[in-house]
């Protein structure tokens, strides 16, 4: 099984320069704004405000745009450690166990037979890999998460057969047009800014790629509901989404025949082509 090449040297400098970048944005912060970061029953406020703004597609005010990335990367932050904590026993889980059911999903709406390469963002401790790796032949597998954790587990899991990195989904470590696939299981939901997921997951398939997101869904009032509580729980969860949403956001992001579905109770599946 062959693998991407590493970045060079200029695309690794420019990633760490980001990544940098985000971690001093609270410094960036005016003072008398800190204490949404500082303090934690402010933060919680800051954060739910921020459910309501976009739950209802109210105007943010003028400074709103550095308090929101603030708490983009504490939402980062939160999923990280909710995972890490969750690695070893991942499976015996309920979230590992609604995670299965929506891969098994997923999988349905794969090209069969799958060739070329394959990405799995948010991969968690690679179960969905592990089962294209013995299903696929000669396909070249890949899965980023950003819970060290999970990807020291699943390189348990799958030894050689997949290229395992800890990153960003902002961030994707590979070069333009590297796959034919990507699918993305149960994680869109805990990213802070899924238009720039989006952007990177078109940037990194081949045009005509293939593309397959399943995740959490509820009812309009039930969903609004949940986007209200998810940032008090700490767990990284910052918005689910219906139909609309998800399909202007691929349309605006260079993607095509996109088709939309919900199964069962548990979430749905939309796929897409690249441009």
Known sequence: ????????????????????????????????LRA????????????????????FRVPAPPDWGMLVAVSNEKAKEWSRN????RAAKYEKTLAGWHSRKMKEVALRHVDRP???????VGCGPGLLLEVLAGQAGEVNLA??????EMIRVAKERLGDRADLRVGDAEWLPWEDGRFDY?????????YPNPERVLTQMHRVLKRSGRLVIADPWAPPVL?????????????????????????????????????????????????????
């Not at 933060?43 to 921020?50: F, P, W």
């Not at 899965?143 to 060290?148: E, F, S, T, V």
């Not at 399909?247 to 979430?267: I, P, V, Y």
């Open 1 to 32: 099984m062959s693998f991407p090449r590493p970045r060079s040297c200029e695309k690794i400098n420019n990633l760490t320069q980001r990544r940098q970048g985000a971690k001093t944005r609270k410094e960036q912060v005016p003072c008398f």
């Open 36 to 55: 949404f970061y500082d303090f934690a029953p402010l933060r919680e406020m800051l954060l739910l405000i921020q459910g309501l703004f976009q739950a």
């Open 82 to 85: 909710a995972f890490n904590r």
């Open 114 to 120: 799958i060739q070329g390469s394959l990405l799995d």
């Open 143 to 148: 899965g980023l998460d950003i819970a060290p």
């Open 182 to 190: 990507l699918l993305c299981v149960d994680s869109f939901h805990h």
């Open 223 to 275: 969903r609004q509901m949940a986007n209200l509580v998810n940032p008090l729980l700490r767990m990284g969860d910052v918005r689910m989404y219906g139909k609309r949403d998800m399909m202007r956001m691929l349309e605006a992001r260079g993607f095509e025949k996109t088709k939309w579905e919900t199964s069962g109770l548990w979430g749905f599946v939309v796929t897409a082509l690249a441009r």
